[in-house]
């Protein structure tokens, strides 16, 4: 009685099996998904001109060359800001600066100076992807929300795994507090120790591993955001302390370019791990910089050419602040280089992302979608891109075409440059074009919205509007 029962048993577990064999070969291997990765790097404070491809001379990049080289790489990209929390805005939202909730790094909020978080109306790209289904994740720097609002951090805005450096509350602005503390989705505080790191990128880097290999749901498509601190000057640990040291440069300078020189290699560990998993072919890869070149923490900007020779810097609305290295690859879709002239702005990330995600972006967005231009189609152009900031000098720009226009509120004036013919824009031809310089204007008057947090916001051409 025990044999046959055992027999049975066996006969059954066979049978399972064939079953389970036969149900896989019916259904045939597990099809492509349709809807790619998305992954979203942004370096930060990285000027126009500091990888090789975009002619760096002296600070090594080769691994981002490669993409460049392989991808294709825009020389007319512009980010939403040449600060970070506006640019970052304009890059989750897909709205301009004339329009996002953020444009500064602070703003008058309840009577007081303060950090201004994106408003909940706001559809964010990660809110906007979940609902065609992608799993989403961010690790690195946030700024888009209060420190005392949870609400308002990235595992409030719409990402299921979050791992991000805060805002410090000023009660509390200490140097662990800004730089060594993460805060995870959880609410899990990690510290990052400088003495067992060289590179918070690297840091961080190793925290996208670890969710990759515990975390990712490989039935969906992922939205990964990481949001990178170099080549940010204020963080003096994120270095390496031998890197350039043969070249009797400044420390400060050695640093800056050790760090440039890192996250080129965390770019590649990370791109390296999705081929190894089998994603990477069909991920669409962007890598860009959140504003132009920094001066922060004694570092010239010159010293390197970080600017790649365009004028100005962060905080700047002239190109050495806005214009940024933008490299876009994505394997099962791209073959052979290609260099974009295209004129593309961060707040076309979100049109793009739903293109390729198969859904239609939120009314909100004022950017346009560059997929085509990618795929080698038809590509709708801009009228034009608008900036403004408040902060370092109250400033609006627009480009339309090749004529650029910058407003000085302090001075109420709006010089002029034909960045065909001058695109360091030292020629300032206002005075030759002044119908050129009214149509611009008529834009700028137009596209700022007024906004509680900035009082001269939608008032540019009004000097009196500062009064509050």
Same mark, same amino acid.
């Given at each position: ?120 109306? +706001?559809?964010? &790209?990660? *809110?906007?992807?979940?609902? !065609? ?5 961010? $690790?690195?720097?946030? =700024? ?90 204020? +963080?003096?640990? &994120?270095? *390496?302390?031998?890197?350039? !040291? ?5 420390? $400060?300078?050695?640093? =800056? ?212």
């Amino acid at each position: 009685m025990k044999q046959a029962i055992t027999v049975s048993r066996s006969v059954l577990v066979v049978l399972i099996g064939l079953t389970t064999v036969s149900s896989a070969i019916l259904k045939g291997p597990r099809e492509p998904r349709k809807q790619p990765n998305i992954l979203l790097l942004m370096a930060d404070d990285m000027g126009y001109g500091e990888l090789g491809s975009y002619g760096q001379q002296t600070m090594r990049t080769p691994y981002l060359d490669q993409l460049a080289r392989e991808g294709v790489r825009f020389t007319n990209f512009y980010i939403g800001s040449s600060v970070c929390s506006p640019s970052r805005a304009v890059a989750m939202t897909g709205i301009h600066t004339g329009r996002v909730s953020i444009r500064a790094n602070g703003g008058m909020l309840n009577g007081k100076r303060d950090r201004v978080p994106l408003k909940k109306s +706001e559809v964010t &790209i990660p *809110e906007m992807l979940k609902g !065609a289904g992608y799993q989403t994740a961010f $690790i690195g720097k946030w =700024h888009l929300g209060s420190s005392r609002d949870e609400s308002t951090w990235a595992k409030g805005r719409g990402f299921d795994y979050s791992v991000q450096e805060q805002w410090a509350d000023k009660t509390h602005e200490t140097e662990k507090f800004t730089i060594h503390m993460q805060y995870k989705h959880d609410g899990t505080e990690i510290f990052y120790d400088k003495d067992q790191h060289d590179c918070l990128d690297e840091f961080r880097t190793n925290l996208a591993f670890d969710f990759l290999k515990n975390e990712r749901d490989d039935e969906k498509p992922l939205f990964l955001f990481m949001s990178y601190r170099t080549p940010h000057a204020h +963080e003096p640990y &994120i270095r *390496e302390k031998t890197l350039y !040291a043969d070249k009797g440069w400044p420390d $400060i300078q050695r640093q =800056h370019a050790a760090r440039v020189t890192m996250l080129d290699l965390q770019v590649k560990r990370l791109l390296d791990k999705l081929k190894d998993m089998g994603e990477l072919e069909n991920t669409f890869v962007v890598f860009t910089s959140d504003n132009g070149a920094t001066i922060e923490g004694g570092h010239d900007y010159t010293f390197f050419n970080c600017s790649g020779g365009l004028r100005g810097h962060k905080r700047h609305l002239y190109e050495g602040g806005i214009r940024e290295p933008c490299i876009v690859s994505w394997p099962r879709k791209m073959k052979g280089k290609r260099v974009s002239h295209h004129i593309s702005a961060g707040y076309d990330l979100m049109p793009t992302f739903a293109e390729l995600a198969g859904i239609e972006a939120p009314s909100q967005t004022t950017g346009i979608s560059f997929l085509p231009e990618i795929l080698g189609q038809e590509q709708k152009t801009h009228e034009f891109v608008y900036f403004e900031i408040h902060e370092g000098g109250i400033k609006q720009a627009v480009r339309v075409g090749d004529w650029k226009a910058v407003r000085h509120y302090e001075a109420q004036r709006t010089e002029l440059y034909n960045l065909k013919k001058d695109h360091r824009e030292l020629d300032d031809v206002s005075y030759r074009h002044p119908q050129v310089v009214e149509r611009l204007n008529e834009i700028m008057k137009r596209e700022s919205q007024p906004s509680p947090h900035y009082p001269v916001a939608g008032n540019f051409f009004e000097k009196s509007s500062e009064k509050k």
